[in-house]
Every structure is written in C-alpha cells, then in structure tokens.
C-alpha cells in the first residue's frame, strides 16, 4: 500500500513538472538569414526523392559549406549555410510521380515550396540548450520571405536534427553527397550484405530500375548473357538507374562475387 502511494505521487509529480514547462527553449530572434537567389548563388549539393510525402528535396550549399570534403565534414566552417528546398513533385491522376528521363522526379511548377535553412557561425545554437547541434540555428522561410517556422519555433529543427550525428556535424544526408555520386532517386532495389534485395523485380517496359549499393563493398550488375549489359564496380553508396525497353527475363549476378544473383522480368 504504502509502495502505491509513493508511485502515484511520482507520477503526479511527473505529470506535474510537464505541465509548468514552458516551449523548448530556442532562438528569439532570426540569425539566420533568408537565403535571397540561392537558387543562383548557391551550389546544388543532393536531390532527394522522397517517396513518403511525394515531395522532390533539393539542398543547396554556399560556398563554404559547399567547400567541406568527406574528411572535413565533421566541421564546417562557419559561415556555412544549406537551404533545404521542398518541393510537391509532378503527380499523374493516380497521384504517382511522373518521372523524368533519368527517373526522377520532377517539381510541380503550380506548386509553392518551403526553404528549410540552417547556419554556423561561431557561438551559434546556444539558445536550444539541451537540443543544441553544435554552432547550427534553423529558420523556415515561405518564398516570399516570411516564415513558415521562426526562429523561437525552431527548437523542433534542432530536436530532429540531433538524431543525425555529431560526427557529420549534424547534416543528415551529407553521405548522397560524399559517397560516389549517389544522389536520393527512389531505390527499386538495395543491394546489402552481398545480396540483391529483393532478388526478383517485375517492371513494366520502358521503365526505370535504380539499385543503390548500400553494403559497404563495391559489387556490380551483370547480365547472365555474354555481351549483356554491365554496371562495371559499384562503390559503397553508388546509386545506379537503368532502363528496361525490352521484354524479357534479365538474369544477372555480381562479376565480383558471382553467387550473387537476381532477375529482372520486364512485361
Ligand atoms: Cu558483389
């Protein structure tokens, strides 16, 4: 009984504490800056398709940010800034992207997109105390220049980008960048720990395929017939896209561990 007691007092004390505590302490004011023509000024760094929301994210670098290497990514200098550019992509009746020549893809010109931009400059971020990400402050602006998300509202960016890592100095995707040219089309197909996934893909003709090596050695896709087509070595975060015209059974493995193998029908 007595051991009921003290646990109800604990959680009502809990209760307690969340209910006096004030918004996620965060910058008050705007330090940040809107990214005026970054679409000129600034370095196209990754396209990302994201298959959940539909949307096509491009993230712009300046450049000092776009100045880091894969061995410098760890600190970049202050003064960087990325622009996170979201944008409703092109979507058929069936609400299904309508990608482009290389499989991607595309902006919906009818649609208005979000800037998500984060600065370093030194001394920065202090104000997200416990949610801090190093010398990073976040700001969402609307193109126009007003603000989606303001900077006393931005504890909610610092929160989310905490989960991406002290060692890439909080920027989540820098590995599209750095690792061999991947950049984030929507993968059909991974290739992980020496095996295709999934091992068989049924398309349509005149579809693309696009198959990222996310294992942490190179392997390749070879078709099984002699003068088939051949992606040559695929380093670690490579990202191919293929296109399939003819009907037919594509039988392939890996040239470097020939046990490797898939299929890809095409109907
Ligand atoms: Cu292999």
Redesign the pocket.
């Known amino acids: 009984m007595r051991k009921l007691a003290a646990l109800s007092f604990a959680v009502l004390g809990v209760f307690s504490v969340i209910g006096f505590t004030q918004a996620p302490p965060a910058p008050t004011v705007d330090r940040v800056g809107f990214p005026e023509d970054y679409m000129n000024k600034f370095k196209v760094w990754y396209v990302y398709d994201r298959q959940d929301n539909k949307q096509v994210r491009t993230i712009y670098a300046n450049d000092l940010a776009n100045s880091a290497t894969a061995d410098t990514q760890f600190n970049y200098p202050y003064g960087s800034v990325f622009v996170m550019e979201t944008w409703a992509s092109l979507q058929d009746a069936q609400g299904n992207p309508v990608l482009d020549g290389r499989g991607r893809y595309q902006k919906n010109p009818a649609a208005t997109p979000t800037l998500f931009v984060m600065r370093k400059e030194r001394g920065f971020g202090e104000e997200y105390g416990p949610n801090r990400t190093g010398e990073w402050e976040y700001v969402a602006y609307r193109p126009n220049g007003t603000y989606q998300t303001a900077p006393s509202a931005s504890a909610g960016c610092a929160i989310c980008h905490k989960a991406s890592n002290q060692a890439v100095d909080w920027v989540f995707r820098s590995n599209l960048r750095f690792n061999n040219g991947g950049e984030g089309p929507v993968t059909d197909s991974v ?1 992980h720990n ?1 095996k295709y996934i999934p091992g068989e893909l049924r398309v349509k003709a005149g579809s693309f395929v696009t198959i990222h090596n996310s294992d942490e ?4 896709v070879t078709d099984d017939a002699v003068n088939g087509g051949d992606t040559g070595r695929m380093l670690a975060g490579k990202t191919i896209t293929l296109r399939f015209d003819a009907r037919g059974e594509f039988n392939f493995h ?1 040239s ?2 020939p046990s ?1 193998r898939g299929k890809i029908v095409v109907e």
């Open positions: 290739i020496y050695v190179e392997h390749t890996c470097i561990h490797m």
